[in-house]
């Protein structure tokens, strides 16, 4: 098993700024892909920014200059800070994990965490 941590949801107003966090635990062998969804109501679920192991990121056109996505591989971290952050940011956020655990055969992974909410007012 390999539980996900995630912090740093809240209400912020227009042009403000908020980082959220996540950080995998348990038995974790190694991680590739680490990102950031989120889901407003009533829509699907879409990618944010995702970054792989050799630090390469791919971001929505519609967060790209405004949003920053980081990870530190000791702690098994991700991170996204979000500037400049618009009432159409309002959603739930996930964070995704996929990796290899340390158990036998050291099977794949791919985790997500219980989901922050982030909400901007105008």
């Known amino acids: 098993q390999v539980p996900l941590v995630e912090s740093g949801g809240g209400l912020v107003q227009a042009g403000g700024s908020l980082r959220l966090s996540c950080a995998a635990s348990g038995r974790v062998f190694s991680v590739n892909d680490m990102g950031w969804y989120r889901q407003a109501p009533g829509n699907q679920r879409e990618l944010v920014a995702v970054?792989?192991?050799?630090?390469?990121?791919n971001y929505a056109d519609s967060v790209k200059g405004r949003f920053t996505i980081s990870r530190d591989n000791a702690k098994n971290t991700v991170y996204l800070q979000m500037n400049s952050l618009k009432p159409e940011d309002t959603a739930v956020y996930y964070c995704?994990?996929?990796?290899?655990?340390?158990?036998?055969?050291?099977?794949?992974?791919?985790?997500w965490g219980q989901g922050t909410q982030v909400t901007v007012s105008a």
């Open positions: 995704n994990v996929r990796g290899r655990s340390r158990s036998y055969g050291y099977p794949g992974f791919d985790v």
């Open positions: 970054i792989n192991s050799a630090g390469t990121t």
